[in-house]
């Protein structure tokens, strides 16, 4: 802490657990701490936002680097909290003074706080003014957590995903994983190690969420099991939220009484479909509680639409729940939105909705309800044994191998059995009408058996882009969507989690494809940082959405401000660039969007239940592509 009116430097040390403004009240100003908190927002303005202020603060930060080349092995970082306003010449001033105190055998680096200081230190000569960006530490994390957890399992190592694939012996639900980055279609298991930095917002993460297991990034985790000798053996596998590393050492073989996934969980709660006849409808004529006709994800995208057109009285319900000693944080929205701090919520709720009808829209599309898809199965003897079949075969205790060579022949089935013409009829006709002139449709799943608490079904069923609206291709894509409610793997995945087969149902969205310049997916949290109710996260490619939650390429990852603004690059993952500044604002713009979903989208008056929203951006237009709850790792 710098002291300008003394000119005096202050270390304060972390291990006290003394923060900055408790420092300065307690030990320059003499303020006691309720005096302070009446006042703290205020005071943080004086500290943070003040051009001329008095105090400067910071965090200094000791480093062994290992593993970044333009690094040194050890040194030691300066950087501001992301709030804070600093200036150029204020971020100079700072570090210059900050580095003539230290011990000059470390070398002193400036880690810009935001995307707005790494405009400034851009500026300055890098000998002047040596830096590193957020982006590079991370990517010398050894260990990162993506979801806490214990587990007690069977160690299976594999070096590569081809390793993986090779391998005759099939995962057990009992098995922990250790590859370089676990693909999406594994099954159940019960616990993961990442050798390679991932995002947390991957299908195979989300699922880990779900499942409730231990998962984390552990650079180097395959040498450390080799060195111990654990591969292949049964350990104890622990990951905590705010751990240094995780935890692996030998245990005793499970046995026969070892609990199984669909016992070691509550069961998951799937409502009663309605196959009542329901014809095709467009997105826009449908809200949240059509999801037992439709599927969830259709049944989001409908209520989606209805509030971008009609706003909705929750819009500011995050922002209006106290933060103590806040009563609330609507001064902080109102500044996001270019209101005075003090306008009113009537004059709050008429700008978030200006925000969001101006710049966000769902690109058009109709649903096929569950009753299509329940009269097409009903056509045909052939497919009707094969789904009796597979029921008997799952309520018998058939093994997993006579599961799946059952669950593929009803798929084939499904792919070639005639679709009866009325059907045939009633989709080119809402197509037709609905879509007219979309030259290209993305063809979506839309299950009631996803986005269930303790279920996420995160990359489960199929979507086809890339559909000629104007052919017979529509309805191909259509058969493959609804063939993907019976993979093996999803209808394995299903019985482990205790869903009846029967109360499983496909609903299909057909959409028309938005182009893009960057795509990704965001969650309204910091779920790397479960107290941090300030940030928002977005995965970002310049490709495609499927590149994020595929998993297999790393995205670009920010961090959003949503109450005092501005943003940070967290990775750059496997792009060579960041992103222009142009996208990084209209992604800002997203991020204080995601909040007002958030607020429309919770269950309770909490308003703290993040919501999963995948995304493109083509110019300054913001598309909507999904929206559904996010269940945070514990």
């Known amino acids: 802490m710098l002291d300008r009116q003394e000119s005096v430097l202050h270390f304060i040390d972390s291990a006290d657990a003394t923060l900055h403004v408790r420092y300065i009240a307690g030990e320059i100003l003499g303020m006691p701490v309720d005096e302070l908190a009446r006042g703290l927002d205020a005071f943080n303005d004086d500290v943070y936002r003040n051009p001329d202020r008095r105090f400067y603060l910071g965090t200094l930060a000791h480093h062994t680097n290992h593993t970044h080349h333009a690094l040194p092995g050890d040194f030691l970082s300066l950087e501001t909290v992301d709030v804070d306003t600093m200036s150029q010449e204020m971020l100079r001033f700072f570090f210059q003074r900050v580095r003539a105190h230290v011990d000059p055998a470390l070398p002193l680096v400036l880690k810009p706080a935001n995307h ?48 993986y694939r090779n391998d005759p012996e099939p995962l057990a639900w009992h098995d922990i994983v250790v590859m370089p980055r676990v693909p999406e ?26 499942w409730r297991i231990p998962n984390a990034v552990g650079v180097g985790a395959v040498e450390r099991i080799e060195r111990a000798a654990l591969a292949g053996r049964w350990v104890h596998y622990r990951v905590d939220a705010d751990g240094e590393d995780f935890l692996l050492e030998a245990a005793r073989p499970g046995g026969a009484g070892e609990a199984r996934p669909a016992e070691a969980q509550d069961r998951v709660v799937v409502d009663v479909p309605d196959l009542a006849p329901t014809p095709i409808a467009p997105l826009s004529d449908l809200r949240a509680d059509d999801h037992v006709r439709f599927g969830t994800k259709a049944a989001g995208l409908g209520e989606l639409t ?10 500011l319900g995050f922002y209006r729940v106290p933060r103590p000693p806040r009563d609330n944080l609507l001064r902080y929205l109102a500044r996001q939105l270019d209101l005075p701090e003090d306008a009113d919520e009537f004059e709050l709720d008429a700008a978030a909705h200006q925000l969001v009808k101006e710049y966000a829209q769902v690109p058009r599309g109709i ?24 029921d008997s075969a799952l309520s018998d205790g058939t093994s997993a191998g006579g599961v799946e060579e059952l669950c593929l022949e009803a798929q084939r089935l499904i792919r070639t059995v005639p679709v009866p013409g009325p059907v045939r009829a009633e989709i080119d006709r809402a197509v037709d009408r609905h879509l007219y002139g979309a030259p290209v449709v993305v063809v979506r799943s839309s299950s009631n058996a996803e986005d269930l608490h303790g279920f996420s079904a995160a990359g489960l069923y199929e979507s086809v882009a890339n559909v000629d609206g104007t052919g017979g291709a529509v309805l191909d894509a259509v058969r493959e969507v609804w063939a993907s409610l019976l993979s093996p793997r999803a209808v394995l995945l299903r019985s482990q989690a205790g869903i009846p087969p029967e109360r499983c149902r496909m609903g299909v969205i057909v959409q028309e494809q938005v182009g893009a310049t960057v795509g990704g997916v965001l969650v309204s949290c910091n779920p790397l940082s479960p107290r941090d109710f300030r940030n928002v996260l977005l995965n970002i490619s310049p490709r495609s959405v499927t590149d994020v939650v ?30 222009d500044a142009a996208t990084k604002d209209v992604l800002g713009r997203l991020a204080l969007i995601s909040r007002l979903l958030q607020s429309h989208f919770s269950p309770d008056e909490a308003y703290g239940a993040p919501v999963d929203v995948e995304w493109a951006v083509e110019g300054d237009r913001i598309s909507l592509l999904q929206v559904r709850p996010f269940h945070a790792a514990g």
């Open 116 to 163: 707005r200081q790494e405009g400034y230190v851009a500026r300055i000569p890098e000998s002047e003014m040596p830096r590193v960006l957020s982006h590079e530490l991370y990517s010398t994390a050894a260990f990162v957590p993506l979801t806490a957890g214990a587990a007690h399992g069977r160690l299976r190592v594999f070096r590569s995903e081809e390793e």
């Open 185 to 210: 279609d594994i099954p159940r298991v019960s616990g993961i190690i990442h050798t390679e930095h991932t995002t947390p917002l991957s299908h195979i993460n989300v699922m880990a969420a779900g």
């Open 306 to 315: 209805h509030l971008l057109q009609h706003g909705s009285p929750r819009w």
């Open 367 to 390: 649903v096929l309800p569950f009753s299509l898809h329940q009269r097409f199965l009903d056509s045909s003897a052939e497919l009707r044994g094969a789904l009796a079949a597979l």
């Open 550 to 579: 595929s998993g297999r390429c790393a995205p670009i990852q920010y961090l959003c401000n949503t109450m005092e603004g501005g943003s940070r690059t967290v990775s750059l993952g496997s792009a060579t660039a960041d992103l």
